[in-house]
Nanobody
Framework: QPEFAESGGGLVQSGGSLRLSCTAS??????IGWFRQTPGKGHEGVAC????????WYEDPVKGRFTISRDSAKGTVYLQMNGLKPEDTARYHC??????????WGTGAYDYWGPGTQVTVSS
């Protein structure tokens, strides 16, 4: 079972930026990415990256604002979040899945996930 180390969350004003980091040891999966959860909206897929760095998927509300990337040498995946909005407030979890990175990332059927890091965007 992978061990996750997530970081980068915090409090930021609307329009600001944050970069989340995730290191997942012992992953062995095909896709890694982020999902978010809030008490009101529940689960949202956010973004994933597959074995190829060109294989990425983004949930519609974050397209053009968030960018997922990977530093393979460090075994770390990043989520650069720009133009943050109050509706982006959520707990962000790093996850891995044995399926390819695609729209199925939004279904929430991940193999493993970490405890998450809180992102709060003030208006």
């Amino acid at each position: 079972q992978p061990e996750f180390a997530e970081s980068g969350g915090g409090l930021v004003q609307s329009g600001g930026s944050l970069r989340l980091s995730c290191t997942a040891s012992g992953m062995g999966g095909r896709s890694i990415g982020w999902f978010r959860q809030t008490p009101g909206k529940g689960h949202e897929g956010v973004a994933c990256i597959g074995r190829s760095d060109t294989n990425t998927w983004y949930e519609d509300p974050v397209k053009g604002r968030f960018t997922i990337s990977r530093d393979s040498a460090k075994g770390t995946v990043y989520l650069q979040m720009n133009g943050l909005k109050p509706e982006d407030t959520a707990r962000y979890h790093c996850a891995v899945d044995s399926y390819a990175c695609s729209g199925t990332w939004g279904t929430g059927a991940y193999d493993y996930w970490g405890p998450g890091t809180q992102v709060t965007v003030s208006s």
